[in-house]
């Protein structure tokens, strides 16, 4: 089963904050985050490995509540760069190598 | 390096036709996967490897075959074209499974 991510869409202005949110019912051994830009393939951001390690890239960071199945993805000060889709991956105790993403999160930032 | 190399990049089929999209690494990493990417989803994960000679299925196996006689490649073959596997096909590679995943540029398949 997928996991679920929030919001599905955002707007910002530049300099503004974003959250969004990935959440799964399944026991997860690692959270991937990737950005989408239309028409080409994700890019890797972060991964993070449970223990609710915290990483961070820039003004991008990321945390894994180990215990709810829940990541989130901090987008600090935006940039127009930052705008695309958001995807998290997930990889599960079991069937290791067998990945999920969610339907991803659209993030707009305007001047 | 070249990283992930899929071709071709656009492919338009006709229903019952047969394909093979290929996929390359030189990166020399042991795990590959396909994914497929319907408008305005996320990725669906079709099969995927773990080192040559092993492969698995993923979320939607169905329609697809793989091997993996190499380190370095992994091609995807449609075996009957249908139009509901009209999508954009991703392949990816890493050191291991869940680690960071390179993508290729993607083959966008139409299925007429």
């Known amino acids: 089963q997928q996991p679920v991510q929030s919001p599905q869409a955002v707007i910002l202005r530049e300099g503004e904050d974003a959250v969004i949110n990935c959440s799964s019912s399944?026991?997860?051994?690692?959270v991937h985050w990737y950005r989408q830009k239309h028409g080409e393939a994700p890019v890797f951001l972060m991964i993070?490995?449970?223990?609710?390690e915290q990483k961070g890239h820039e003004k991008i960071s990321a945390s894994f509540n180990e215990k709810k199945q829940q990541s989130s993805l901090y987008l600090t000060a935006s940039q127009l760069s930052y705008s695309g889709t958001y995807f998290c991956?997930?990889?599960?105790?079991?069937?290791?190598?067998?990945?999920?993403f969610g339907d991803g999160t659209t993030l707009t930032v305007k001047p | 390096n070249a990283g992930v190399t899929q071709t071709p990049k656009f492919q338009v089929l006709k229903t019952g036709q047969s394909m093979t999209l290929q996929c390359a690494q030189d990166?020399?990493?042991?795990?590959m996967s396909w994914y497929r990417q319907d408008p305005g989803m996320g990725l669906r994960l079709i099969h995927y490897?773990?080192?040559?000679?092993?492969?698995d299925q993923g979320e939607v196996p169905n329609g697809y075959n793989v091997s993996r006689s190499t380190t370095e490649d992994f091609p995807l073959r449609l075996l009957s074209a249908a139009p509901s596997q009209t999508s954009v096909y991703f392949c990816?590679?890493?050191?291991?499974?869940?680690?960071?995943?390179?993508f290729g540029s993607g083959t966008q398949l139409s299925v007429l």
């Open positions: 399944k026991a997860l051994y690692s």
């Open positions: 490897s773990v080192g040559a000679g092993i492969t």
């Open positions: 991956g997930t990889f599960a105790n079991t069937n290791a190598g067998k990945s999920t």
């Open positions: 990166m020399n990493h042991e795990y």
């Open positions: 993070l490995l449970k223990g609710g």
């Open positions: 990816a590679s890493s050191n291991r499974p869940n680690e960071k995943l390179f």
